[in-house]
């Protein structure tokens, strides 16, 4: 069963529109969304949580419309994590910690305090006295202290340090070894996406670029420098997308369409995002 | 829902000495009188909460959270309510008080309509709070205060003459209350729920 299922979906603001979108996240799979800012993911977010109106088409979460009355109970499944941690500033972690387990049905008290000595958070501590990454891991003990079946993280890992973000990127791992447990993460960080994502999603101006298999984007596509005069001479359907640069150009190439011996790189996914957005090659890439 | 009530009150445990302050200030300076603006300021607590949610987004955090758009708003009232019927007692205690050291004579009617009007002003105004947030709220509130005071007094007057019996008179009022308050949550929603989608 796939966790989500997005058809069509669109949403329009004075200046913004997104979608029309249609993605899929497969069970016990990690779908990264990757953007500038602005590009749509956040929005993308609430409107699968239903917290903001859509104006078109239809969104699936674990199965069920998340519009249908019964989304309220399933959010017990759902772990949230925002790009900022939004708890009032007076609040303890205690405090929070009792809001969470008066909230979810199946709050696990053992799990989160094993997190929160993991992560040393302070108990006495007001929010407002948390630093930002203290703010997010503990955004991210709550989302995976309620035995949820879906991950919602929008860059759940900013403001970490490489060290945490590495520890935690661990965590989204171990989450998703059980096959009925997936996560949609968008960050903007891509080497994190890069570690951990299964499938790989672009927006850019509300717009979904392309959608692929992490391994096989990065396999399929290389990066291959030359002269001008060079590029020339490749076929038209290995280019996906060039960059003039100061002594010659780059580009990224498909790599069963370049001629044998040809010098060729394997990209970051990075590089696939920057020449994409660049070039603006919806479809070049994708399926 | 209890959660969010819980929550409410921790993140108001920083502001009950000012609300204790003003308690004082206000016995002191307006004696029996002033032990009925303990029962209205109670009734502005979910205001403050509101308050400190708005500042921190907490909208965000409790729309990805297991609660329906009426969980967040009854909450809200809830608090109110409590804060009313807690400070009842206390206003009462007060009163009393200032009646044996001869600041002013005691009737229950004050305490009573002052419920009342607690009870209006959190209907009257969270709705409001809901849909233009808690600036344009309080100044609303202030307006309110005086506006449903007045009315309420009127309204009391002019139900004693028709009515006659004060039991029954006070019946009425609580299914007045009671019926403008079910209206009023069910706008909150409606409202909220209109102000986050959007």
């Known amino acids: ?287 | 829902m209890k959660a969010l009530v819980m929550k409410d009150l921790h993140v108001l445990r920083a502001t009950l000495k000012y609300y204790l302050f003003l308690i004082m200030v206000f016995t002191l300076a307006m004696r029996s009188a002033g032990s009925i603006f303990i029962i209205l300021y109670t009734a502005m607590l979910p205001y403050t909460a509101l308050a400190y949610d708005e500042r921190a987004h907490f909208e965000l955090q409790a729309t990805a959270m297991p609660y329906s758009w009426r969980d967040l708003v009854l909450s809200k009232y809830i608090l109110g309510w409590l804060g009313v019927i807690v400070s009842l007692p206390i206003s009462i205690a007060i009163a009393l008080l200032c009646q044996y050291l001869g600041w002013g004579p005691f009737y229950i009617e004050q305490q009573l309509s002052a419920l009342f009007s607690g009870v209006m002003l959190l209907a009257v105004c969270l709705p409001v709070m809901f849909r233009k947030g808690v600036e344009v709220g309080r100044v609303l509130n202030i307006l309110m205060v005086l506006v449903v005071c007045t009315v309420a007094m009127m309204m009391f007057a002019l139900l004693g003459e028709i009515i006659g019996n004060a039991v029954l008179l006070w019946l009425v009022v609580a299914a007045f209350a009671a019926a403008v308050s079910v209206a009023s949550v069910k706008l909150s929603e409606k409202w909220y729920k209109k102000r986050i989608m959007e």
Request: hydrophobic content about 40%; aromatic content about 6%; charged content about 25%.
């Open chain 1, 1 to 287: 069963m796939n966790a989500l299922e997005i058809r069509g979906l669109t949403r329009s603001f004075p200046g913004f529109t997104l979608g029309p979108l249609d993605l899929n996240l497969p069970g016990g799979c990690i779908l990264g969304l990757v953007g500038q800012n602005g590009a749509g993911k956040s929005t993308t977010i609430r409107l699968i949580l239903n917290s903001l109106r859509r104006d078109g088409g239809s969104i699936r979460v674990l199965g069920l419309d998340n519009q249908d009355a019964a989304f309220t109970q399933l959010k017990n499944d759902i772990g949230v994590v925002l790009d900022t941690a939004n708890f009032p500033e007076t609040l303890t972690l205690k405090h929070i910690a009792a809001l969470m387990r008066g909230s979810y049905t199946r709050w696990d008290e053992a799990r989160f305090n094993e997190l929160v000595q993991r992560f040393g958070l302070p108990e006495n501590k007001k929010f407002r006295d948390f630093s930002r990454g203290m703010q997010q891991k503990l955004a991210i003990a709550c989302a995976l202290s309620h035995q949820a079946r879906l991950l919602i993280l929008d860059e759940a890992t900013a403001g970490l340090d490489p060290l945490v973000r590495d520890e935690i990127l661990d965590l989204f791992r171990e989450f998703v070894a059980d096959e009925e447990h997936s996560i949609l993460i968008s960050s903007h960080i891509s080497s994190d996406l890069e570690k951990i994502c299964d499938y790989i999603a672009c927006l850019h101006q509300g717009k979904l670029l392309f959608t692929a298999e992490k391994d096989a984007l990065l396999e399929d596509l290389a990066l291959w420098q030359g002269s001008a005069e060079q590029l020339e001479e490749l076929a038209d359907e290995a280019i996906v997308a060039v960059q003039q640069q100061p002594y010659g150009v780059t580009a990224l190439v498909k790599r069963a369409e370049m001629p044998a011996g040809a010098q060729l790189e394997k990209p970051r996914l990075d590089d696939v995002f920057l020449f994409v957005v660049k070039q603006q090659g919806k479809g070049a890439c994708g399926k």
